[in-house]
């Protein structure tokens, strides 16, 4: 183990402090340098990265200047055992100080098979990560919020099977499990997991009255939020407080027999707003409100909300064939009847009648109120039969910021570009300068910064990285954020970490069943998991959601058409796309593999001007694969289309 060397030379969890011996100071962004080192595959960093990461306002030649400074304050801490930072001609690495931190020995010890090690180091936890060094530079913000949520995912992950590697022959002394429950609860005072992991492991332990007393502590908790504790956690303590019966696992606590479901969940169109009265209101900030109010409804299982997408569009068309062919029981008309007010009518299609209407004020002091009393009751006149739910939104108090976000959405529905995606999330920023407390934008700014680095072809990891810091600050703003979780699956499936992306999307789906959006992007990731089949059938659901699909519904479609190997259907849905050039890729692979090779040639050319400086090999890598054979057969489809 790293750290049996000597004590910590520095203590990089809480606030950071070095515990040599002398006057010498040792100075803060070092604390940070090696952190970052630590941190870093295979604890290796570029000048230049490090360089960029503690001093990104500066030029280049300025920061790498400044670090040159950090290197020689640093080289006077060093000792005979090493120092804390090598620095060599190819870049800087973790030196033998470094390794003797307690960060570098909670890393280490987490694989340790000696439990008593493990405990040890999740013991030497003493907080957050730099706590105290948070600082206004953004990239080294993203990045250490990045890095804090890594490290509590690596804490919790060892914290459940250290106790229970402790607590398996129950021999362990409550004094561990306490002292490990300090750290944790420290960490995350209202996770419920981790009082259910110290309930069980004092179970085993065989003192019930601890186990019960953290139950007491957790019911307390939770009452303060207005909630109950999880019915896994009731069965965990009904099953404690029997200890003495037949060890075996209960089943959860007992749910209400649901209401029997019709043949078929009704379907609720949205119509594009009318606007009899231009004004202060613009018809597009109209329309994105429309259109969120609809995507709000989502939630409910009990009827099918059509992506507004769809039904906006099928009311160009007027033989009305293309409403048809949306199969709507419902219809929800809005008129702009004034500069600041808005009016709805749901209507019934068999019969014509308006069965609820409601008319609110949009100004600047209304827009909120009325977001949440149209969709309680919308909700109320479709549900019925179910519980009325308070839908808690993440709407922002500031109507300012609220209408930056709906001017921000607006901007990605448009053009799928590098122009729009920044424009977008310019606006998306400004509503967060306005609202702290937006989840919707801190999503919002992931996902367009996922698809820029997505369209410039993957070559800008610190793109990615800012995307997987903005989507899990969503969700720590709004862990019930269908978009939070949706986007942190997006991110994780693009930085290959299939099984989190996993996770993450069947959460998305379950705070979301009835989403188009989201249907489609589980749709592409199963793809990607090599579930092109399962893929297809999520496609079909998204489809029949949002008929009248903007592009991006026929790119992913295309994508997974490849992956099932019809290479024709991949390439008629690329043709469905208004502007093809996001799908170059699957576009030319798919004419290669379907023996048109002039027109993959052609598409070929394009593609390189795309990706200008790559090889077949790299542009066939872009896409996250878990099944290689994929990439491999873009690889040999690229050669083929005259792509070296």
Known sequence: MNGEQGKPSIRLFGAPRWEGDGPAFFPAKGFVLVAALLLSPGQF??????????????????????????????????????????????????????????????????TLEDAGQRLQALLSVGGDLLAGLEDNQEQFYLWLISERQRLKDLFFSAFGQTLEDLTRFAMTKTAEIAALADVALRLEPEREETYRALMAAYARAGDIAASDRMFETLTRQLLLDGRSPDPATLALHRRNRSYAAPARDEPPASEPAEVAKAARKPRVAFLPPVILAPGALSVPIASAFVE?????????????????????????????????????????????????????????????????????????????????LLSKQIAAALAEQIERLQIETFRAQDPTAYQRLL??????????????????????????????????????IAQTLQLE???????????????????????DIDPASGMGHWMCAVVALYRRDFDTSAQRFFEAEALAPNSADLLLQHADALAHFGQPDAAWT???????????????????????????????????????????????????????????????????????????????????????????????????????????
């Open 45 to 110: 960093l570029t000048r230049q990265a490090a360089a960029a990461l503690l001093w990104e306002d500066a030029d280049q030649k300025r920061a790498l200047g400044n670090l040159r400074q950090l290197l020689s304050r640093l080289q006077p801490l060093a000792t005979e055992d090493g120092a804390f930072v090598n620095a060599t001609t190819a870049g800087l690495g973790a030196g033998a100080l470094a390794q003797r931190s307690d960060l570098a020995v909670f890393l280490s010890a987490l």
């Open 292 to 372: 969120d109010v609809a995507n709000s409804l989502v939630r409910y299982r009990t009827f099918t909300v059509l992506a507004p997408h769809s039904s906006f569009a099928s009311a160009d068309d007027a033989s009305g064939r293309l409403y048809q062919s949306l199969r709507a029981d419902y219809r929800v008309r809005s008129t702009l009847i004034e500069p600041t007010r808005l009016s709805f009518a749901l209507v019934e299609e068999e019969t014509a009648e308006v069965v609820w209407a409601l008319e609110v004020a949009l100004d600047a002091q209304q827009v909120h109120a009325a977001f949440r």
């Open 407 to 444: 001017a921000g959405q607006h901007l990605l529905r448009g053009k799928c570009d590098l122009p729009s995606l920044r424009r977008a999330r310019a606006e998306f920023r400004k509503a967060l300068e306005l609202d702290r407390k937006m989840a919707a934008a801190r999503a919002r």
């Open 453 to 475: 680095w997505l369209m410039l072809g993957g070559g800008d990891p610190h793109l990615l990285h800012r995307a997987k810091a903005e989507a899990e600050a969503s969700l």
């Open 538 to 644: 999520r496609f079909q659901q998204a489809i029949d959601l949002n008929p009248l699909a903007p592009d991006i519904y026929w790119w992913a479609g295309a994508s997974i058409a490849f992956k099932r190997e019809a290479y024709g259907e991949a390439v008629e849905l690329c043709r469905r796309m208004e502007n093809d050039e996001p799908a170059l890729r699957v576009l030319t692979a798919s004419l290669a593999l379907n023996g048109d090779l002039d027109a993959a040639r052609t598409c070929g050319l394009r593609l390189q001007e795309n990706y200008p400086g790559m090889s077949a090999r790299e542009i066939s890598g872009v896409s996250p694969n878990r099944d290689t054979a994929i990439n491999e057969r873009f690889y040999n489809a690229f050669r083929s289309a005259g792509i070296t």
